[in-house]
């Protein structure tokens, strides 16, 4: 039996579940990659399983590293609106052999992770500052 490989796997998840990019799922793959590695320069037990939170944590900052204040205009392009959206996609790639998980693993360990317009929009708002015009305690008087 031929072993399948990692591109053809991918063309089949992407067939049976369309919701998501392609380019999400190597994207994602990448911020894995990226969090574990994270991990090693925390030096952190690399042995462990990385948890759905902190995957979630790693897809944060490895997206905002890579694009910026386009990660929602990104992640919207892919089909990506919130972080439940990776817990389906790497479910798929467990279902695909592509992945692994433990036994304790669930969908459910992508809910409630952030909001994605605190996490990718607000870091790159301005700070709003206070209009020296609209704290004056007296009327200006006019000549």
């Known amino acids: 039996m031929q072993k399948t490989g990692f591109t053809e796997a991918l063309e089949r998840v992407v067939a049976d ?5 392609r380019e999400a799922y190597l994207f994602l793959q990448d911020a894995l990659d990226f969090t574990m590695k994270s991990r090693k320069k925390q030096k952190t037990d690399l ?3 990385v948890t759905g939170q902190e995957l979630l944590e790693g897809v944060r900052v490895f997206a905002i590293k890579e ?3 386009m990660v929602p205009v990104v992640f919207e392009t892919w089909g990506i609106t919130r972080g439940e959206d990776f817990g389906e996609m790497v479910f798929n790639l467990i279902r695909a052999g592509i992945f692994g998980k433990t036994e304790s693993d669930t969908i459910d360990d992508f809910r409630n992770g952030y909001d994605f317009h605190e996490a990718f929009v607000k870091p790159f708002q301005p700070e709003r500052r206070p209009n020296p015009q609209t704290q004056r305690s007296e009327p200006v008087q006019q000549s």
């Open 17 to 21: 579940d369309p919701r998501y990019d």
């Open 47 to 49: 042995s462990r399983h």
């Open 67 to 69: 694009y910026g204040p």
